[in-house]
């Protein structure tokens, strides 16, 4: 999915707008995860907390009527390039909520879809179908080679 700088802008500015209830100097003391629900027939952006409090709307005017089949994973990608920006750019060290904590695009039902990002207290740890490849087989292997034992 190709989009515009102002798409970009946006979806950056409404994560900035959900997290910005969470930036402070005190420590650490908000336990939840942010997620973020595209919705591909009204183009909406919704951001929410673990508690379903709404915490930023937008409208992607790209994303209005878009009849692609692979919506999901297209917006996946971008929103996941979104919050690494954010990220490099130091804002989400900023943020009072308690490591670990997640960003996580969810659908319609607010099933989670993926994971987007884990940020730790070690490093920051990005989730990708790559990094999990195999992963299955290697402990079902792991597994049965013990229980062999």
């Given at each position: 999915m190709n989009?515009?700088?102002?798409?970009?802008?946006?979806?950056?500015?409404?994560?900035?707008?959900?997290?910005?209830?969470y930036?402070?100097?005190?420590?650490?003391?908000?336990?939840?995860?942010?997620?973020?629900?595209p919705?591909?027939?009204?183009?909406?952006?919704?951001?929410?907390?673990?508690?379903?409090?709404?915490?930023?709307?937008?409208?992607?005017?790209?994303?209005?009527?878009?009849?692609?089949?692979?919506?999901?994973?297209?917006?996946?990608?971008?929103?996941?390039?979104?919050?690494?920006?954010?990220?490099?750019?130091?804002?989400?060290?900023?943020?009072?909520?308690?490591?670990?904590?997640?960003?996580?695009?969810?659908?319609?039902?607010?099933e989670?879809?993926?994971?987007?990002?884990?940020?730790?207290?070690?490093?920051t740890?990005?989730?990708?179908?790559?990094?999990?490849?195999?992963?299955?087989?290697?402990?079902?292997?792991?597994?049965?080679?013990?229980?062999?034992?």
């Open positions: 989009i515009s700088e102002k798409t970009r802008a946006a979806i950056s500015s409404s994560i900035r707008e959900a997290l910005c209830r930036v402070s100097g005190d420590e650490n003391s908000v336990v939840t995860d942010i997620h973020l629900m919705k591909q027939d009204s183009g909406e952006l919704l951001i929410f907390n673990d508690d379903d409090e709404e915490l930023a709307r937008t409208i992607i005017d790209e994303w209005v009527d878009c009849d692609s089949d692979n919506f999901i994973t297209e917006v996946e990608s971008v929103l996941r390039s979104e919050i690494l920006v954010l990220s490099e750019q130091g804002y989400l060290e900023k943020l009072s909520l308690l490591k670990p904590y997640s960003f996580v695009l969810v659908d319609e039902d607010k989670t879809v993926a994971e987007l990002m884990l940020i730790d207290d070690e490093d740890l990005l989730l990708s179908d790559e990094l999990l490849k195999g992963l299955d087989e290697e402990l079902d292997a792991f597994l049965k080679d013990l229980l062999e034992k």
